[in-house]
Protein backbone atom coordinates (compact mmCIF):
# COMPACT_ATOMS: atom_id res chain seq x y z
CA UNK A 1 0.00 0.00 0.00
CA UNK A 2 2.26 2.21 1.07
CA UNK A 3 4.79 1.42 -0.96
CA UNK A 4 2.80 1.37 -4.16
CA UNK A 5 2.02 5.05 -3.18
CA UNK A 6 5.06 6.14 -2.76
CA UNK A 7 6.45 4.04 -5.86
CA UNK A 8 4.82 6.03 -7.98
CA UNK A 9 6.55 9.16 -6.60
CA UNK A 10 9.42 7.72 -6.72
CA UNK A 11 9.09 6.79 -10.49
CA UNK A 12 8.15 10.59 -11.07
CA UNK A 13 11.75 11.35 -9.84
CA UNK A 14 13.66 8.40 -11.32
CA UNK A 15 14.67 10.22 -14.35
CA UNK A 16 16.97 12.68 -12.08
CA UNK A 17 17.97 10.74 -9.55
CA UNK A 18 19.22 7.00 -8.58
CA UNK A 19 15.97 4.97 -8.22
CA UNK A 20 17.79 2.62 -5.15
CA UNK A 21 18.76 5.60 -3.06
CA UNK A 22 15.45 6.98 -3.19
CA UNK A 23 13.11 4.47 -2.57
CA UNK A 24 15.80 3.46 0.21
CA UNK A 25 15.58 7.60 1.47
CA UNK A 26 11.84 6.93 1.75
CA UNK A 27 11.84 3.38 3.63
CA UNK A 28 14.05 4.89 5.88
CA UNK A 29 11.92 7.91 6.17
CA UNK A 30 8.98 5.69 6.70
CA UNK A 31 10.81 4.33 9.50
CA UNK A 32 11.18 7.44 11.08
CA UNK A 33 7.50 8.16 10.54
CA UNK A 34 6.56 5.19 12.53
CA UNK A 35 8.87 5.66 15.46
CA UNK A 36 7.58 8.94 15.44
CA UNK A 37 4.34 7.41 15.69
CA UNK A 38 4.81 5.25 18.73
CA UNK A 39 6.36 7.85 20.73
CA UNK A 40 3.29 9.92 20.31
CA UNK A 41 0.86 7.37 20.57
CA UNK A 42 2.96 6.96 24.32
CA UNK A 43 2.57 10.67 25.28
CA UNK A 44 -0.81 10.73 24.54
CA UNK A 45 -1.46 7.49 26.86
CA UNK A 46 0.43 9.43 29.74
CA UNK A 47 -1.13 12.72 28.97
CA UNK A 48 -4.29 10.67 29.58
CA UNK A 49 -3.47 9.10 32.29
CA UNK A 50 -2.40 12.36 33.88
CA UNK A 51 -5.83 13.57 33.08
CA UNK A 52 -7.82 10.16 34.58
CA UNK A 53 -6.01 10.82 37.43
CA UNK A 54 -6.69 14.17 38.25
CA UNK A 55 -10.71 13.42 37.20
CA UNK A 56 -10.45 10.78 40.19
CA UNK A 57 -9.13 13.19 42.58
CA UNK A 58 -12.01 16.03 41.37
CA UNK A 59 -14.90 13.78 40.81
CA UNK A 60 -15.35 13.53 45.17
CA UNK A 61 -14.91 17.60 45.17
CA UNK A 62 -17.58 18.39 43.05
CA UNK A 63 -19.68 15.60 44.81
CA UNK A 64 -18.68 17.93 48.17
CA UNK A 65 -19.63 21.26 45.72
CA UNK A 66 -22.91 19.79 44.98
CA UNK A 67 -24.10 19.36 48.82
CA UNK A 68 -23.40 23.02 49.40
CA UNK A 69 -24.82 24.30 46.12
CA UNK A 70 -27.89 22.78 47.24
CA UNK A 71 -28.19 25.40 50.15
CA UNK A 72 -28.29 28.22 47.74
CA UNK A 73 -31.78 28.84 45.87
CA UNK A 74 -31.46 29.32 42.83
CA UNK A 75 -27.73 28.51 42.21
CA UNK A 76 -27.59 26.58 38.73
CA UNK A 77 -30.46 28.58 36.92
CA UNK A 78 -28.88 31.87 38.28
CA UNK A 79 -25.31 30.53 37.12
CA UNK A 80 -26.87 29.39 33.39
CA UNK A 81 -28.53 33.19 33.44
CA UNK A 82 -25.39 34.74 34.24
CA UNK A 83 -23.68 33.82 31.26
CA UNK A 84 -23.60 35.95 28.70
CA UNK A 85 -23.91 32.73 25.88
CA UNK A 86 -26.34 30.34 27.71
CA UNK A 87 -28.38 33.62 28.29
CA UNK A 88 -29.28 34.57 25.85
CA UNK A 89 -30.35 31.22 24.65
CA UNK A 90 -33.14 30.78 27.11
CA UNK A 91 -36.60 31.96 26.38
CA UNK A 92 -38.78 32.97 29.02
CA UNK A 93 -40.67 29.42 29.59
CA UNK A 94 -36.93 28.02 29.52
CA UNK A 95 -36.12 30.19 32.83
CA UNK A 96 -39.77 29.06 34.41
CA UNK A 97 -38.50 25.25 33.62
CA UNK A 98 -34.67 25.87 34.77
CA UNK A 99 -36.97 27.24 38.28
CA UNK A 100 -36.69 23.31 38.96
CA UNK A 101 -32.76 22.72 37.86
CA UNK A 102 -31.35 21.25 40.83
CA UNK A 103 -28.07 20.41 39.57
CA UNK A 104 -25.61 20.08 36.98
CA UNK A 105 -23.63 17.51 36.44
CA UNK A 106 -20.43 16.95 33.49
CA UNK A 107 -19.18 13.44 33.64
CA UNK A 108 -16.04 12.41 31.75
CA UNK A 109 -15.86 8.41 30.81
CA UNK A 110 -13.73 7.03 32.92
CA UNK A 111 -11.03 6.85 30.39
CA UNK A 112 -11.69 10.36 29.91
CA UNK A 113 -11.34 10.43 25.88
CA UNK A 114 -14.34 8.26 24.92
CA UNK A 115 -16.40 11.20 26.00
CA UNK A 116 -18.74 13.10 27.79
CA UNK A 117 -21.98 13.08 29.17
CA UNK A 118 -24.07 16.56 30.78
CA UNK A 119 -26.70 16.11 32.51
CA UNK A 120 -29.48 18.51 33.87
CA UNK A 121 -31.11 17.34 37.50
CA UNK A 122 -34.71 18.77 38.08
CA UNK A 123 -37.19 18.03 40.81
CA UNK A 124 -40.77 17.40 39.64
CA UNK A 125 -42.01 19.80 37.53
CA UNK A 126 -45.26 20.56 35.56
CA UNK A 127 -43.34 20.52 32.25
CA UNK A 128 -41.70 17.02 31.62
CA UNK A 129 -42.06 13.53 33.37
CA UNK A 130 -37.75 13.71 33.44
CA UNK A 131 -36.10 13.97 36.28
CA UNK A 132 -32.65 14.10 34.74
CA UNK A 133 -32.13 15.22 31.00
CA UNK A 134 -28.81 14.11 29.57
CA UNK A 135 -26.45 14.51 26.34
CA UNK A 136 -23.92 11.67 25.92
CA UNK A 137 -21.22 12.41 23.42
CA UNK A 138 -19.12 9.50 22.34
CA UNK A 139 -15.74 9.92 20.74
CA UNK A 140 -14.82 6.86 18.35
CA UNK A 141 -10.68 6.09 17.48
CA UNK A 142 -11.49 6.50 13.96
CA UNK A 143 -12.47 10.40 14.58
CA UNK A 144 -16.59 10.12 14.36
CA UNK A 145 -18.45 11.38 17.22
CA UNK A 146 -21.72 9.83 18.43
CA UNK A 147 -24.20 11.99 19.96
CA UNK A 148 -26.94 10.90 21.89
CA UNK A 149 -30.07 12.91 23.94
CA UNK A 150 -32.93 12.38 26.37
CA UNK A 151 -35.61 12.18 24.06
CA UNK A 152 -38.01 14.57 26.45
CA UNK A 153 -40.96 13.39 28.04
CA UNK A 154 -43.36 16.40 27.74
CA UNK A 155 -46.56 16.54 29.71
CA UNK A 156 -49.57 17.69 28.48
CA UNK A 157 -49.70 20.83 26.00
CA UNK A 158 -46.15 21.52 27.63
CA UNK A 159 -43.57 20.60 24.51
CA UNK A 160 -41.93 23.94 23.86
CA UNK A 161 -38.69 22.66 21.99
CA UNK A 162 -40.60 21.54 18.54
CA UNK A 163 -41.98 24.84 17.42
CA UNK A 164 -44.33 25.33 19.93
CA UNK A 165 -43.06 28.70 21.17
CA UNK A 166 -44.92 31.39 22.33
CA UNK A 167 -43.88 34.63 20.85
CA UNK A 168 -44.46 37.07 23.62
CA UNK A 169 -44.51 40.61 22.70
CA UNK A 170 -41.88 39.89 20.09
CA UNK A 171 -39.33 40.39 22.82
CA UNK A 172 -37.16 37.85 21.30
CA UNK A 173 -37.48 37.72 17.79
CA UNK A 174 -34.16 36.24 16.97
CA UNK A 175 -33.93 33.11 19.84
CA UNK A 176 -37.62 31.39 20.02
CA UNK A 177 -36.35 27.92 19.71
CA UNK A 178 -36.31 26.53 23.49
CA UNK A 179 -33.18 25.92 25.05
CA UNK A 180 -34.47 22.59 25.66
CA UNK A 181 -34.27 21.28 21.50
CA UNK A 182 -30.53 21.27 22.73
CA UNK A 183 -31.15 17.90 23.89
CA UNK A 184 -32.52 16.87 20.44
CA UNK A 185 -29.94 18.30 18.12
CA UNK A 186 -28.13 14.94 18.01
CA UNK A 187 -27.08 15.45 14.12
CA UNK A 188 -23.21 16.52 13.98
CA UNK A 189 -23.69 20.02 12.15
CA UNK A 190 -20.51 20.26 10.03
CA UNK A 191 -18.65 16.73 9.60
CA UNK A 192 -15.93 18.42 8.03
CA UNK A 193 -14.60 20.90 10.60
CA UNK A 194 -15.40 18.47 13.19
CA UNK A 195 -17.44 17.92 16.19
CA UNK A 196 -18.59 21.14 17.78
CA UNK A 197 -21.19 22.07 20.18
CA UNK A 198 -21.26 25.62 21.16
CA UNK A 199 -23.11 24.72 24.21
CA UNK A 200 -21.77 21.38 25.27
CA UNK A 201 -18.57 23.75 25.32
CA UNK A 202 -20.00 26.06 27.50
CA UNK A 203 -21.37 23.90 29.75
CA UNK A 204 -18.58 21.51 30.18
CA UNK A 205 -15.30 24.18 29.93
CA UNK A 206 -16.50 26.65 30.88
CA UNK A 207 -19.94 26.66 33.70
CA UNK A 208 -19.12 23.38 34.90
CA UNK A 209 -16.20 24.21 36.30
CA UNK A 210 -16.72 27.18 37.81
CA UNK A 211 -20.02 28.22 38.08
CA UNK A 212 -19.54 30.52 41.15
CA UNK A 213 -17.54 32.81 38.77
CA UNK A 214 -21.01 33.43 36.88
CA UNK A 215 -23.04 32.76 39.82
CA UNK A 216 -21.05 36.40 41.46
CA UNK A 217 -21.04 38.13 38.04
CA UNK A 218 -17.26 38.46 38.05
CA UNK A 219 -17.77 37.97 34.26
CA UNK A 220 -20.04 40.43 34.01
CA UNK A 221 -18.16 43.69 32.94
CA UNK A 222 -20.05 45.79 35.38
CA UNK A 223 -20.83 43.65 38.41
CA UNK A 224 -17.35 43.13 40.57
CA UNK A 225 -17.12 42.39 43.93
CA UNK A 226 -16.72 45.93 45.71
CA UNK A 227 -19.18 47.15 48.19
CA UNK A 228 -20.02 50.10 46.37
CA UNK A 229 -21.28 47.56 43.55
CA UNK A 230 -23.50 45.89 46.17
CA UNK A 231 -25.26 49.20 46.87
CA UNK A 232 -26.22 49.97 43.07
CA UNK A 233 -27.04 46.40 42.84
CA UNK A 234 -29.34 46.95 45.50
CA UNK A 235 -31.00 50.34 43.86
CA UNK A 236 -30.85 49.00 40.32
CA UNK A 237 -33.21 47.09 41.55
CA UNK A 238 -35.24 49.60 43.50
CA UNK A 239 -36.39 50.26 39.66
CA UNK A 240 -37.21 46.36 39.32
CA UNK A 241 -40.59 47.19 37.64
CA UNK A 242 -38.80 48.90 34.55
CA UNK A 243 -35.58 46.98 33.55
CA UNK A 244 -36.46 43.70 35.22
CA UNK A 245 -39.53 43.29 33.14
CA UNK A 246 -38.67 44.44 29.83
CA UNK A 247 -35.54 42.23 29.49
CA UNK A 248 -34.78 39.59 31.62
CA UNK A 249 -31.14 37.82 30.58
CA UNK A 250 -29.21 39.24 27.98
CA UNK A 251 -28.30 42.98 28.70
CA UNK A 252 -25.66 41.21 31.50
CA UNK A 253 -23.82 40.48 28.27
CA UNK B 1 -35.50 37.39 35.98
CA UNK B 2 -37.21 36.53 38.71
CA UNK B 3 -34.07 34.83 40.02
CA UNK B 4 -31.78 37.04 38.77
CA UNK B 5 -33.67 39.55 41.02
CA UNK B 6 -33.77 37.88 43.42
CA UNK B 7 -29.65 36.63 43.59
CA UNK B 8 -29.02 40.17 43.10
CA UNK B 9 -31.46 41.25 46.49
CA UNK B 10 -29.91 38.79 48.29
CA UNK B 11 -26.06 39.50 47.57
CA UNK B 12 -26.85 43.24 48.26
CA UNK B 13 -28.36 42.45 51.91
CA UNK B 14 -25.00 41.04 52.33
CA UNK B 15 -23.61 43.81 51.15
CA UNK B 16 -25.56 46.74 52.89
CA UNK B 17 -26.54 45.32 55.69
CA UNK B 18 -24.23 44.84 59.21
CA UNK B 19 -26.05 41.98 60.18
CA UNK B 20 -27.87 39.38 58.26
CA UNK B 21 -30.52 37.44 59.21
CA UNK B 22 -30.03 33.65 60.31
CA UNK B 23 -30.99 32.84 56.52
CA UNK B 24 -28.53 35.50 54.71
CA UNK B 25 -26.32 34.01 57.12
CA UNK B 26 -26.14 30.20 55.98
CA UNK B 27 -26.32 31.58 52.68
CA UNK B 28 -23.62 33.42 53.12
CA UNK B 29 -21.63 30.52 54.54
CA UNK B 30 -22.77 28.41 51.46
CA UNK B 31 -21.34 30.76 49.33
CA UNK B 32 -17.53 31.16 51.10
CA UNK B 33 -17.89 26.99 51.43
CA UNK B 34 -18.32 27.42 47.79
CA UNK B 35 -15.10 29.71 46.88
CA UNK B 36 -13.00 27.18 48.78
CA UNK B 37 -13.98 24.50 47.19
CA UNK B 38 -13.85 26.43 43.92
CA UNK B 39 -10.23 27.11 45.04
CA UNK B 40 -9.36 24.07 45.14
CA UNK B 41 -10.64 22.71 42.20
CA UNK B 42 -8.49 25.72 40.68
CA UNK B 43 -5.22 24.33 42.49
CA UNK B 44 -6.27 20.63 41.01
CA UNK B 45 -6.46 22.24 37.37
CA UNK B 46 -3.38 24.02 37.70
CA UNK B 47 -1.28 20.52 38.90
CA UNK B 48 -3.02 18.79 36.38
CA UNK B 49 -1.65 21.25 33.53
CA UNK B 50 1.86 20.89 35.05
CA UNK B 51 2.26 17.15 34.76
CA UNK B 52 0.39 17.52 31.75
CA UNK B 53 2.97 19.99 30.40
CA UNK B 54 5.89 17.60 32.19
CA UNK B 55 4.78 14.59 29.99
CA UNK B 56 4.24 17.21 26.77
CA UNK B 57 8.12 18.19 27.63
CA UNK B 58 9.38 15.10 28.31
CA UNK B 59 8.62 13.81 24.76
CA UNK B 60 9.36 16.64 23.15
CA UNK B 61 12.52 16.05 24.31
CA UNK B 62 12.52 12.45 23.16
CA UNK B 63 11.21 13.39 19.64
CA UNK B 64 13.71 16.63 18.62
CA UNK B 65 17.00 14.15 17.92
CA UNK B 66 14.41 11.96 15.94
CA UNK B 67 13.16 15.03 13.79
CA UNK B 68 16.94 16.02 13.60
CA UNK B 69 17.88 12.45 11.90
CA UNK B 70 14.43 12.57 9.59
CA UNK B 71 15.76 16.04 8.70
CA UNK B 72 18.91 14.66 7.01
CA UNK B 73 17.10 11.69 5.56
CA UNK B 74 14.68 14.20 3.48
CA UNK B 75 17.34 15.68 2.48
CA UNK B 76 17.74 13.26 0.00
CA UNK B 77 14.33 13.57 -1.39
CA UNK B 78 13.96 15.65 -4.09
CA UNK B 79 10.95 18.69 -3.24
CA UNK B 80 9.92 16.60 -0.08
CA UNK B 81 8.33 19.45 1.54
CA UNK B 82 7.06 20.93 -1.39
CA UNK B 83 5.44 18.13 -2.48
CA UNK B 84 3.92 17.51 0.95
CA UNK B 85 2.68 20.92 1.53
CA UNK B 86 0.93 20.77 -1.58
CA UNK B 87 -0.39 17.77 -1.45
CA UNK B 88 -2.19 18.85 2.04
CA UNK B 89 -5.75 19.77 0.84
CA UNK B 90 -5.98 22.51 3.27
CA UNK B 91 -2.23 23.61 2.49
CA UNK B 92 -2.02 23.52 -1.21
CA UNK B 93 -4.93 25.09 -1.75
CA UNK B 94 -3.45 28.33 -0.12
CA UNK B 95 -0.72 29.18 -2.27
CA UNK B 96 -0.76 31.18 -5.76
CA UNK B 97 0.76 29.94 -8.65
CA UNK B 98 3.01 32.43 -7.83
CA UNK B 99 3.67 31.35 -4.93
CA UNK B 100 4.48 27.83 -6.05
CA UNK B 101 6.75 29.37 -8.43
CA UNK B 102 8.45 30.73 -4.76
CA UNK B 103 7.76 27.87 -3.20
CA UNK B 104 10.25 25.68 -5.49
CA UNK B 105 13.10 27.14 -3.20
CA UNK B 106 11.81 25.79 -0.12
CA UNK B 107 14.20 23.23 1.36
CA UNK B 108 12.31 22.65 4.59
CA UNK B 109 9.94 22.89 6.90
CA UNK B 110 10.87 23.34 10.35
CA UNK B 111 8.64 23.49 13.86
CA UNK B 112 10.50 23.81 17.24
CA UNK B 113 8.65 24.45 20.69
CA UNK B 114 10.30 27.15 22.39
CA UNK B 115 12.43 25.14 25.50
CA UNK B 116 9.48 25.14 28.33
CA UNK B 117 6.64 23.77 26.19
CA UNK B 118 4.39 25.73 27.54
CA UNK B 119 6.08 29.29 26.46
CA UNK B 120 5.44 28.84 22.55
CA UNK B 121 6.52 27.25 19.34
CA UNK B 122 7.68 28.54 16.20
CA UNK B 123 7.38 27.59 12.20
CA UNK B 124 10.27 28.09 9.65
CA UNK B 125 10.26 27.54 6.51
CA UNK B 126 13.79 27.09 4.83
CA UNK B 127 14.32 28.46 1.55
CA UNK B 128 17.87 28.49 -1.03
CA UNK B 129 18.73 31.75 -2.58
CA UNK B 130 16.15 32.82 -4.89
CA UNK B 131 15.28 35.56 -7.01
CA UNK B 132 12.63 36.56 -4.90
CA UNK B 133 13.80 37.55 -0.93
CA UNK B 134 16.84 37.69 0.45
CA UNK B 135 15.96 35.70 3.80
CA UNK B 136 16.75 31.93 3.57
CA UNK B 137 14.40 31.61 6.78
CA UNK B 138 10.95 32.71 7.46
CA UNK B 139 9.75 32.36 10.79
CA UNK B 140 6.61 32.51 12.51
CA UNK B 141 6.55 32.66 16.32
CA UNK B 142 3.96 31.96 18.74
CA UNK B 143 5.01 32.99 22.41
CA UNK B 144 2.38 32.18 24.76
CA UNK B 145 1.59 35.41 27.83
CA UNK B 146 0.42 33.83 31.17
CA UNK B 147 -2.41 36.03 30.74
CA UNK B 148 -3.09 33.89 28.29
CA UNK B 149 -2.57 36.19 25.17
CA UNK B 150 -0.22 35.28 22.49
CA UNK B 151 2.41 37.46 21.30
CA UNK B 152 2.69 36.49 17.14
CA UNK B 153 5.73 37.90 15.36
CA UNK B 154 7.06 37.11 11.50
CA UNK B 155 9.85 37.35 10.25
CA UNK B 156 9.71 40.77 8.13
CA UNK B 157 10.35 39.44 4.05
CA UNK B 158 12.93 41.14 2.31
CA UNK B 159 11.28 41.26 -1.36
CA UNK B 160 13.99 42.01 -3.77
CA UNK B 161 13.36 44.75 -6.51
CA UNK B 162 10.21 44.30 -7.85
CA UNK B 163 9.48 40.89 -6.69
CA UNK B 164 7.23 41.64 -3.37
CA UNK B 165 4.43 39.43 -3.72
CA UNK B 166 2.26 41.49 -0.90
CA UNK B 167 2.54 45.12 -2.98
CA UNK B 168 -0.69 46.67 -3.81
CA UNK B 169 -0.67 46.41 -7.58
CA UNK B 170 0.70 43.00 -7.90
CA UNK B 171 -1.98 41.66 -8.68
CA UNK B 172 -1.79 37.47 -8.88
CA UNK B 173 -4.57 35.58 -11.41
CA UNK B 174 -4.14 32.69 -12.03
CA UNK B 175 -3.89 31.37 -16.00
CA UNK B 176 -7.05 29.79 -16.74
CA UNK B 177 -10.67 30.93 -15.75
CA UNK B 178 -10.35 28.38 -12.58
CA UNK B 179 -9.76 31.46 -10.40
CA UNK B 180 -11.33 34.66 -11.48
CA UNK B 181 -10.17 36.14 -8.26
CA UNK B 182 -6.88 37.78 -6.95
CA UNK B 183 -5.50 35.53 -4.63
CA UNK B 184 -3.56 36.40 -1.78
CA UNK B 185 -0.12 35.30 -1.61
CA UNK B 186 0.47 33.06 1.21
CA UNK B 187 3.33 35.26 2.20
CA UNK B 188 1.13 37.99 4.03
CA UNK B 189 0.69 34.80 6.74
CA UNK B 190 4.28 35.89 7.76
CA UNK B 191 2.51 39.76 8.47
CA UNK B 192 -0.78 38.30 10.36
CA UNK B 193 -0.26 39.20 13.91
CA UNK B 194 -3.90 39.01 14.93
CA UNK B 195 -4.44 35.82 17.42
CA UNK B 196 -7.72 35.60 16.03
CA UNK B 197 -9.16 36.81 12.66
CA UNK B 198 -12.33 38.74 12.82
CA UNK B 199 -14.00 35.34 12.94
CA UNK B 200 -13.02 34.39 15.93
CA UNK B 201 -11.22 31.69 14.21
CA UNK B 202 -7.38 31.06 15.56
CA UNK B 203 -4.63 30.58 13.13
CA UNK B 204 -5.21 27.59 11.61
CA UNK B 205 -2.21 27.57 9.39
CA UNK B 206 -0.02 26.92 12.24
CA UNK B 207 -2.23 24.68 13.40
CA UNK B 208 -2.78 22.88 10.83
CA UNK B 209 1.44 23.28 9.88
CA UNK B 210 2.20 22.10 14.08
CA UNK B 211 -0.12 19.46 14.41
CA UNK B 212 -1.00 17.91 10.80
CA UNK B 213 2.14 18.82 8.18
CA UNK B 214 4.90 18.50 10.54
CA UNK B 215 4.08 15.14 12.87
CA UNK B 216 3.68 13.58 9.39
CA UNK B 217 4.72 14.47 6.16
CA UNK B 218 5.28 11.40 4.42
CA UNK B 219 1.59 10.37 4.76
CA UNK B 220 0.65 13.77 2.64
CA UNK B 221 3.99 13.12 0.47
CA UNK B 222 2.64 9.91 -0.23
CA UNK B 223 -1.11 11.37 -1.00
CA UNK B 224 -2.08 8.58 1.27
CA UNK B 225 -5.16 10.62 2.30
CA UNK B 226 -6.75 11.48 -0.60
CA UNK B 227 -10.10 10.72 -1.27
CA UNK B 228 -9.60 8.92 -3.96
CA UNK B 229 -7.08 6.57 -2.84
CA UNK B 230 -7.79 4.17 -0.51
CA UNK B 231 -5.89 1.03 0.44
CA UNK B 232 -6.80 -1.30 -1.86
CA UNK B 233 -4.24 -1.83 -5.27
CA UNK B 234 -6.85 -0.15 -8.00
CA UNK B 235 -6.53 3.01 -6.39
CA UNK B 236 -2.45 2.69 -6.44
CA UNK B 237 -3.21 2.33 -9.81
CA UNK B 238 -5.13 5.49 -10.67
CA UNK B 239 -2.49 7.44 -8.27
CA UNK B 240 -0.05 6.87 -11.19
CA UNK B 241 -2.38 8.14 -13.57
CA UNK B 242 -2.68 11.24 -10.91
CA UNK B 243 0.50 11.43 -10.17
CA UNK B 244 1.49 12.30 -13.61
CA UNK B 245 -0.50 15.03 -14.02
CA UNK B 246 -0.23 16.98 -11.13
CA UNK B 247 1.12 16.87 -7.93
CA UNK B 248 -0.97 19.53 -6.33
CA UNK B 249 -4.44 20.09 -5.81
CA UNK B 250 -6.03 19.46 -8.76
CA UNK B 251 -7.76 16.85 -7.80
CA UNK B 252 -9.99 19.13 -5.42
Do not use: C
Amino acid sequence: MVDKGKKSKVEEAASDHSDGELVLSIERLQEIQDEIEKVNEEASDKVLEVEQKYNEIRRPIYGKRNEIVRSIPDFWLTAFLSHPVIADLLTEEDQKILKYLVSLDVEDFKDVKSGYSITLNFSPNPYFEDTSLTKTYSFFDEGTTKITGTTIKWKEGMNIANGVAHKKGGKRPLSEESFFSWFSEIQQKNLAEGFSDEVAEILKEDLWPNPLKYFNNEADDEDFEGDDDEEEKGSEFDNEDESGDEDDEADDS
Amino acid sequence: MAADKSKKAKVAELGAEGEPETVDGELVLSIEKLQEIQEELEKINEEASEKVFEVEQKYNEVRRPVYVKRGDIIKNIPDFWLTAFLSHPALGDLLSEKDQEVFKFMQSIEVEDFKDVKMGYSITFNFTENPYFEDTKLTKSYAFADEGTTNISGTKIRWKQGMDLLANGNVQETKGSKRPFVEESFFSWFNENLQENLSGVMDEVAEIIKEDLWPNPLKYFNNEIDEDDFDGEDDEEETDEDGEEDDDDDED
